[in-house]
């Protein structure tokens, strides 16, 4: 129930401050002593069931745990069972407290480790971000910690940063954080290992002309010179526009040049196409290894 391993859930949240209060009453003599003859009333934390030293305790959510029930599991904390026993076990979960007998330690344990996911843009996660992290202290308050995501993390990476996670119990080490990246997709850009892949389209014209076209990348905007006759499906490379990783060069930009037909001609400017088509000798099937087959009717 540690809000650590329960971000944004109410009921645990509810839940860890009930054991709070229980712990607070079981580890105090005094607490104790006044709950055992005065009930709910004598602590205002929480009620218990079949009268005094039944030990039948009812928690704000309604409910209920018999704490003699639970010898055995207090025993493995060397509790024996018995009324010690209670705050023992309490004692070991919250690293001690108001109301411990002399001499009586907690066993140290390492806190547990916490994943949490961190959604990152498409530039973030190539270019690196430092995000910032809340994170609950020891002494319940809320503390917000700055994580440096590096260059070039991959959807689903992991980054670990040490001694950031769950809480040391009897003064026992912190876990550690997990930051798992969730790299949201982009507009137009796609990541194929260290090179980025952009489609761009062109018109008709523009691919048997020749043409300059205005290109997005990583670093800002750059002029592509597209040859004429060029052909849609054809892969034009910006050099070391891709992403750099573990010193290495950088990849490349590759663009991706699709050819968009226009819809909807006119009958003059079907005309012009068709006396060009007419105009010029040109089949792109003819050089096919199926080209000369014989078509079954």
Known sequence: YHPDRNRGNKGAEDRFKTIQEAYEVLSDDGKRGQYDQYGKAGVGHFAEKGGPGHGVYEWGNGSAINVEDLGD??????????????ASVFDQMFGGGRG??????????????????????FE?????????????????????????IPPNVKNGQRIRVRGKGGLGVGGG????LYIACAVRDHAYFKRDGRNIVIDVPISVTEALLGT???????????T??????TSGGTRLRLKGKGIAAGGD???DQIVHLRVVV?????????????????????????DLPWATTESVS
């Open 73 to 86: 599991l207090f025993a493995a904390f060397g509790g024996g069972g018995n009324t010690s026993g209670r």
């Open 100 to 121: 411990r007998s002399p001499g009586r330690r907690a066993a140290a344990a390492r806190g547990g480790d916490v994943e949490r996911h961190v959604p990152l843009s």
């Open 124 to 148: 973030q996660a190539i270019h690196g971000a430092t995000i910032d992290i809340d994170r609950v202290t020891a002494n319940q308050q809320r503390e917000s910690i700055s994580v440096r």
């Open 173 to 176: 080490p912190a876990g550690d």
């Open 212 to 222: 300059k076209v205005d290109v997005p990348t990583m670093d800002g905007r750059v």
């Open 224 to 229: 592509l010179t597209i040859p004429a006759g």
């Open 249 to 251: 060069a950088p990849g």
């Open 262 to 286: 226009p819809e909807d001609l006119s009958d003059d400017q079907k005309k012009i196409v068709q006396a060009f088509a007419e105009s010029v000798e040109h089949d792109p099937r003819s």
